[in-house]
């Protein structure tokens, strides 16, 4: 059974940083593209930010471009989104997710993923 945990997330003040990690229990992560989402209050889920699974191709929604990077240790079994200069409106709670139809892409679309962690909040104060 595939599983995605994620963790990192918390309250921070508007301008501050956080790592959020995916730790993935997939027998060949590497053969795997992963990407992360989020999701507010009252909203759908966005695309935030994805890396295939050479970890060769990334792509980043423009509403981060510039804060929020998207790496992975294929070695580790983990991916991860780093977050700097956090605002208010990036509260939310961020999912990571994964994939293995094609994974040299790297998807945006919530359909373009079959695998989902359970979540890890994330809180910016202002």
């Known amino acids: 059974q595939v599983q995605l945990v994620e963790s990192g997330g918390g309250l921070v003040q508007a301008g501050g940083s956080l790592r959020l990690s995916c730790a993935a229990s997939?027998?060949?992560?590497?053969?795997?593209?992963m990407g992360w989402f989020r999701q507010a209050p009252g909203k759908e889920r966005e695309f935030v930010a994805a890396i295939n699974w050479r970890g060769s191709d990334t792509a980043v929604a423009d509403s981060v471009k510039g804060r929020l990077s998207i790496s992975r240790d294929n070695n580790e079994n983990t991916g991860y989104l780093r977050m700097n200069s956090l605002k208010p409106e990036d509260t939310a709670i961020y999912y990571c997710a994964a994939d293995l139809r094609a994974p040299w892409r790297v998807g945006t679309a919530t359909e373009e993923y079959m695998y989902w962690g359970q979540g890890a909040q994330v809180t910016v104060s202002s």
């Open positions: 997939l027998r060949i992560f590497s053969t795997y593209t």
